[in-house]
């Protein structure tokens, strides 16, 4: 039996990175032809040019509350605020509304997802039954993973979210050998089929999305026999990495091009510091060129232990947006960003909010490479222009910062 969805999973890294910027170059000239957003966000940008890594770090970063803020100002015209290269039609299969609303397109063409590459290296398999309990009501996430079923060659039982009752007589009857949905409901189906002694033995791995899976979780699961695996894709881009037999970290899906930037930058950091997933997808319907996801990560050291060569990511660490509320003022992380690069003595800096309410306190902590007052006052100087707050200014040791991606830390007491 193939260990590999298809040969992509096994190139070599330097084909990989070559193929890819090759191909990143042609996205950036598609979106800025047919996506109208793009058009204005890649404006007088030399797409040929964008054939490299330094020259992507160069693009701006899009957020997705810049394309919620165009998605509405165009309401009237294009539910898609410029970002799509679709129309309706034969090409675009379905529409959905994710929380915002948002809208976002799902092309016609097989697999539009990219899901079946991560159900594949869960051990799904042509022939097999798949038990799917993500919702099935305006949002994508039923279809993402029921899309990927049929590129392996399963058939799919569209059970969505609830009816738990239902759900368990459905599984003992038509036995499907795996799941996809949440593992929060996984585990209340695995905990009624015990209180009831119902036997949903079938089931024997899972793909699971939208919440955290803790080690802890998914050693519950394995000793009820369900081995599960974690899938990260999101509505805009599907699929963006997913979890192997081996079980360290994520592996990055083929079609898209991840970074880690410095939270409330564009500027990418080292691999294995925390940062933000930004992610450039290559699907050409909706071609998302450096799209921040929000969400902290950090990239793997080393390849995955089942011959995959892509790199790999940790998983989900929390999200980017520190933004935060002091003394009645929003303090944003792109702020303490811009204090830092205002000297080219620091390396990095965490703000700490702390005190009891109605009391906030700021303290700048910066890995800085000399020491003195001198600097001190003169960072000290730069909050204040910066956040209009004052701040004390802590000058610490390189490397002495914790690696969680966290610019701004909310320590204050709310009790």
Request: with cysteine; aromatic share 6%; net charge negative.
């Amino acid at each position: 039996m193939n260990e590999f969805f298809d040969a992509l999973e096994t190139r070599s890294p330097e084909q990989r990175e070559r193929e890819q910027m090759d191909a990143l170059a042609g996205q950036v000239a598609h979106a800025q032809r047919h996506s109208a957003a793009f058009a204005d966000i890649l404006q007088g940008v030399d797409a040929a040019a964008v054939n490299s890594r330094a020259a992507l770090a160069q693009l701006p970063v899009t957020r997705k509350t810049e394309l919620l803020e165009r998605q509405k100002a165009q309401r009237a015209t294009d539910p898609f605020g410029g970002f799509s290269a679709l129309r309706r039609g034969p090409a675009m299969a379905r529409l959905y509304a994710s929380p915002g609303p948002i809208y976002e397109p799902e092309g016609a063409t097989r697999d539009y997802w990219r899901a079946g590459r991560c159900l594949y290296a869960a051990g799904f398999r042509a022939g097999e039954l798949v038990h799917n309990a993500f919702s099935y009501h305006m949002t994508p996430g039923a279809f993402i993973l029921e899309s990927g079923a049929h590129a392996v060659g399963c058939t799919v039982f569209p059970a969505g979210t609830g009816q738990t009752e239902q759900q368990l007589q459905a599984i003992v009857e038509l036995k499907p050998e795996a799941y996809t949905g949440t593992p929060s409901f996984l585990r209340i189906l695995v905990e009624k089929a015990q209180a009831d002694s119902i036997d949903i033995g079938s089931l024997r791995k899972a793909v699971v999305g939208g919440e955290a899976l803790p080690p802890s979780l998914r050693d519950w699961f394995a000793e009820r026999g369900v081995a599960v695996y974690q899938s990260y894709a999101t509505a805009d881009l599907g699929l963006v990495a997913y979890e192997t037999s081996a079980r360290e970290g994520l592996v990055i899906d083929e079609g898209v091009i991840v970074e880690i930037v410095r939270p409330g930058t564009g500027e990418p950091v080292p691999d294995g510091e925390v940062g933000e997933l930004v992610v450039t997808t290559l699907n050409p319907a909706y071609p998302l060129i450096r799209f921040g996801t929000g969400d902290l990560s950090a990239i793997l050291p080393g390849a995955c232990p089942t011959g995959r060569t892509a790199p790999r990511i940790k998983g989900w660490m929390g999200r980017a947006d520190q933004t935060t509320k002091v003394r009645g003022m929003f303090v944003h992380p792109s702020q303490v960003a811009d204090i830092a690069r205002r000297f080219p003595q620091v390396k990095k800096a965490r703000l700490v909010v702390s005190g009891e309410m109605a009391n906030d306190q700021m303290c700048l902590r910066v890995e800085a490479s000399e020491s003195g007052s001198a600097l001190q006052q003169q960072i000290e100087a730069a909050v204040r222009d910066v956040t209009k707050l004052r701040a004390q200014v802590e000058l610490v040791q390189p490397g002495s910062l914790p690696n969680d991606g966290k610019v701004i830390e909310d320590a204050r007491s709310y009790q």
